[in-house]
């Protein structure tokens, strides 16, 4: 598609629960991004990926969160029992080509999933 | 930590009027990107503009202009002719590491005032 897709819009979660969200990146992009924009607007980088393989995790709460991009799939992010504090929107960007010789190519970014945890 | 800073959290601009947003970040790489991106209250993420650290050039998009300092590490995002739809939150943000991350400031809000 021309845009980058996530589902659900919304997600409500009781604290414990687990939460999968969804992203279709733009055809053609190589590359996914998942941000977390907490209530305070502020992102923090969570996972990337370079088609299935895992790019840079350096952001990943490693103990409650997973991330996979498969062939022919969207990509997921999943919460293994969610806190209060992980409410959020999660943001998905896409880029097409990743710093090749000195170039970077623009993150696109999906509408978000605004996940709230009770 | 490598920070970006928006020092502004609030603005407010007249419709017809110029706004400049500040941003200033810390960085030790010598190649890197900035970008300036618009959130309105949809929270959808729409780029505005972006900048290459190695072209000295200043990036122009329409009414949006930016104001580059390698040196002084600063990237301000002057909006010429406000508009009602301009009005949104502004996020200033940087590519970090060769994984091309980005690292955002806080956001300003911009209102722009009929």
């Known amino acids: 598609g021309e845009e980058v897709a996530q589902t659900p819009k919304h997600l409500v979660r009781g604290e414990g629960q687990k939460a999968k969200l969804y992203c279709a990146p733009i055809?053609?992009?190589?590359?996914v991004f998942w941000y977390q924009q907490v209530l305070k607007n502020e992102f923090k980088f969570l996972i990337s990926?370079?088609?299935?393989?895992?790019?840079?995790e350096t952001g990943m709460p490693k103990e409650r969160f997973s991330a996979k991009c498969l062939p022919n799939s969207p990509c997921s992010l999943e919460i293994q029992a969610t806190k209060l504090e992980d409410s959020a929107v999660y943001f998905c960007a896409s880029s097409q080509t990743l710093g090749l010789a000195g170039t970077t190519d623009t993150q696109y970014f999906g509408p978000g999933t605004r996940l709230t945890v009770l | 930590a490598q920070t970006v800073t928006q020092s502004q959290p609030e603005m407010s601009v007249q419709e017809a009027e110029t706004v400049t947003l500040s941003c200033t970040y810390d960085?030790?790489?010598?190649?890197?990107?900035l970008f300036w991106y618009k959130q309105p209250p949809s929270r959808q993420m729409i780029l505005v503009i972006r900048q290459e650290a190695y072209k000295q050039q200043n990036a122009t998009e329409n009414r949006f202009s930016v104001n580059f300092q390698k040196a002084a590490k600063s990237f301000s995002l002057k909006i010429s002719d406000s508009q009602l739809g301009d009005t949104a939150m502004y996020f200033c943000?940087?590519?970090?590491?060769?994984?091309?991350?980005?690292?955002f400031g806080k956001g300003t809000k911009l209102t722009v005032n009929p």
């Open positions: 990926f370079q088609n299935e393989n895992v790019f840079d």
């Open positions: 055809k053609g992009h190589s590359y």
């Open positions: 943000a940087r590519t970090q590491g060769g994984s091309e991350k980005l690292v």
């Open positions: 960085t030790s790489e010598n190649n890197y990107y």
